[in-house]
Each structure stands twice: as structure tokens, then as C-alpha cells.
């Protein structure tokens, strides 16, 4: 009985919980609309500070992804959300409305639970409950892009909608979707290098990760828009190395890797394949830390340190003078020491070793550049 009674208390604080907002007057409703409009500006903003974050350096590409699709979807709920004026009642119907509720409610529960309910069914055990939890996440969402696509079913020149969706959809697999997706966002957002980008991938991955030409089109408005797009950069060198091109590809990636930061997050894959095509030990690597360490040193020290490793390079881009990450590194290393004349004369041999090369002396031009020495 003392479970029942619990039951009972419980039922008639949710229905005055229910019923205690509809004797209020619509200056609540009129609060609740400013405060739905409040807070889908702050979302908004939230939106915004991510793409200066993102544009700025200040968050990974993979997180800012994250942060959009959540705030977005917050965004879209409240946005979506139309809030009901509450219908003008007077104090007879509002109490008939609650003793309705309170005296029909229990009935009706009680009506459902007898022939529906058990009180003597036992506890669901636990380790079966936690076997649901990842379907369960899957539908939350595969339920929120049902949601965002109906919301672009309306409002179809939605551009920041596109965007959120398009992500989602190649996460989950649905390519095409997400290749159309992908181009509405261009289209109501205007072009930029990331989006081309972005499309070029989910064009390659609907073709199992083939870089189809449609793709490598893509990739090169993206390397077009901005020369130093990552991705645009990789696929391009995938597309070479699917091609046969193993020296393109190994030279696009050899490149890619000379500005790289040295934290970024794609680094590992654009090395590893760099070792796929043969490209990735051909030439000796001058650590930063050891080169800054020498700097410590007396000047005779320091020059049989490092004297060793730079004459093996200058060697090895004698014999392989179309190694444009190597003359890079080469630069970089005289840079580094302070030794600025010898790091022109050593940008001066890289292009006469390319000038026969359109592609690799643009790229070795763009490596320069970001080193400083684009004269």
C-alpha cells in the first residue's frame, strides 16, 4: 500500500505541475519567447567563435566538426520550437480542467497498467540494459539528422543547415546524401577551399575511396582557392599514386609535410603514405631540437656536429636534385644556425635543380615562401 500511496503523491504533483503554468497570464509565454530568442543568438554566437577559432588555429578541424554539429542541433531545436499561446481561460474552466485530471488520470493509468502492466516483473539485469546503449546513441542520431532534414525540407536555402548536415551524413555512411549535402552548402554559403574539400572526400569516399575525377576536380578548385589546403593536398597526391604517379604523389606529400606544423593531426597519415610510395627515407632528417641545441655550443663544436648531416644532404640533393623536401629541409637547417647567406645559395641551387619542373619549382617556390625566401 505504502508504494501505491508514493504512486499517488507522485501523480498529483505532476498534475499540478502540469496545470499550475495554464492559470499563469502570457506575460510567461511573452518571457519564454525572449528567452527561446536569447538563446538562439547565443548559439549563434557560439557558431561564430568556433569558425574564428577554427580559422585562427586555435581548435582542430575534427573538434570544431564536433562543436558545430552539437551547438548546431541546439540551435535548430530552439530555433524550431514555436512557443503556443496559451489559451484565455477562466477560473471555472481551469478547475473543472483539474479535477477532470486529477479524478480521470489514475483511472486511466490504472485502466492501461492491469492488463498491459506486472508489479511482479522482475529488474531488467544491468548487463543487458548497457548492451542497448550504443543502438541507443546510433538512433538519438540518426533521429537528429531526420530532424535537421526536415527542417531543410522548409527551409531549403538554409546554408548553415547544409553544413551541419553534410558532415553527419558521410559519418554515417550515407555518401550520396552527403555529396548533396555538401553542394547545397556551397551553394548557399558560398565557395571556399574547405568546402571543395570537404565535397572532393565524400565524392571519393561514395566511390571506395577512389579519387574519381569528379573528386580530383574538386581538389583542385580547393588547391586553386587555398595552395595549402591539407586535404586538398593529400587526395591530390592519392589521386597521383592511384594514377601510377608515385614520384608525384611522393613529391606532393614531401611538400605537404615541409610546412606541416609539427602537432598537426594528419601528419601520421600523410607520412605513412609517403612510405607507401617509397618516398619516405630518401633523404636524412635535421631535427629542429638538434640544430637549436648546437646553438649552445662553441662554434667548433657546433660545426662537427651538425657539419656531418649537412654535407650528406647537400650530397644526396647533388645526385636527387628533384627532391623538393629536401632542399627545403636543407634551407630550413641553414636558417635555423642563423646562416642566412647559405640558406639563399641553397634556394638558389633548388631551382636551377627544378627549373625544368613546373610543378615541383611551384611547389618548392611555396615552400620558400613560407620560409621567408620567396626572392
Do not use: C
Not at 552548402?185 to 568546402?195: H, L, M
Amino acid at each position: 500500500m505504502t508504494l501505491w500511496f508514493v504512486f499517488a503523491l507522485m501523480t498529483v504533483a505532476a498534475i499540478f505541475a502540469v496545470l499550475l503554468p495554464l492559470g499563469r497570464s502570457g506575460r510567461a509565454q511573452d518571457q519564454n519567447s525572449q528567452n527561446q530568442g536569447s538563446e538562439v543568438a547565443v548559439y549563434k554566437d557560439q557558431l561564430a567563435e568556433i569558425e574564428r577559432d577554427l580559422a585562427a588555429g586555435l581548435i582542430a578541424a575534427p573538434e570544431a566538426e564536433a562543436a558545430r554539429i552539437e551547438i548546431s542541433r541546439r540551435l535548430l531545436a530552439a530555433a524550431g520550437s514555436e512557443p503556443a499561446l496559451a489559451p484565455k481561460s477562466n477560473l471555472k474552466w481551469r478547475r473543472a480542467a483539474a479535477v477532470l485530471a486529477l479524478a480521470g488520470l489514475p483511472l486511466v493509468a490504472i485502466g492501461v497498467y492491469m492488463p498491459l502492466g506486472s508489479p511482479l516483473l522482475r529488474d531488467f539485469p544491468l548487463a543487458q540494459r548497457e548492451r542497448g546503449t550504443g543502438s541507443g546513441m546510433a538512433q538519438s542520431l540518426e533521429n537528429l539528422v531526420v530532424q535537421v532534414e526536415q527542417h531543410l525540407e522548409k527551409n531549403p536555402t538554409d546554408g548553415r543547415g547544409w553544413n551541419v548536415l553534410a558532415p553527419v551524413l558521410e559519418r554515417l555512411g550515407r555518401f550520396d546524401d552527403a555529396v548533396r549535402a555538401y553542394r547545397n552548402s556551397i551553394t548557399y554559403n558560398g565557395e571556399s577551399a574547405e568546402r571543395r574539400s570537404d565535397l572532393g572526400e565524400a565524392i571519393a569516399a561514395a566511390a571506395s575511396g577512389v579519387v574519381t575525377a569528379e573528386a580530383k576536380s574538386e581538389f583542385e578548385r580547393a588547391h586553386a582557392l587555398n595552395a595549402d589546403d591539407p586535404k586538398a593536398n593529400y587526395f591530390l597526391g592519392l589521386a597521383a599514386e592511384q594514377d601510377g604517379r608515385k614520384d608525384d604523389a611522393a613529391n606532393i606529400w614531401r611538400a605537404l609535410l615541409a610546412k606541416a606544423p609539427a602537432d598537426a593531426p594528419w601528419r601520421p597519415l600523410v607520412q605513412t603514405s609517403l612510405a607507401r610510395v617509397g618516398g619516405g627515407s630518401t633523404m636524412p632528417t635535421l631535427s629542429d631540437e638538434t640544430i637549436a641545441a648546437s646553438k649552445d655550443m662553441n662554434e667548433g663544436d657546433r660545426n662537427a656536429m651538425i657539419r656531418g648531416m649537412v654535407e650528406r644532404l647537400a650530397t644526396r640533393l647533388k645526385q636527387n636534385g628533384d627532391d623538393v623536401e629536401g632542399w627545403l629541409r636543407l634551407v630550413r637547417a641553414y636558417l635555423v644556425m642563423g646562416d642566412r647567406d647559405k640558406a639563399k645559395g641553397a634556394s638558389t641551387d633548388a631551382r636551377q635543380a627544378v627549373a625544368n619542373d613546373a610543378e615541383r619549382l611551384r611547389q618548392l617556390n611555396e615552400g620558400l615562401k613560407t620560409l621567408g625566401l620567396d626572392g
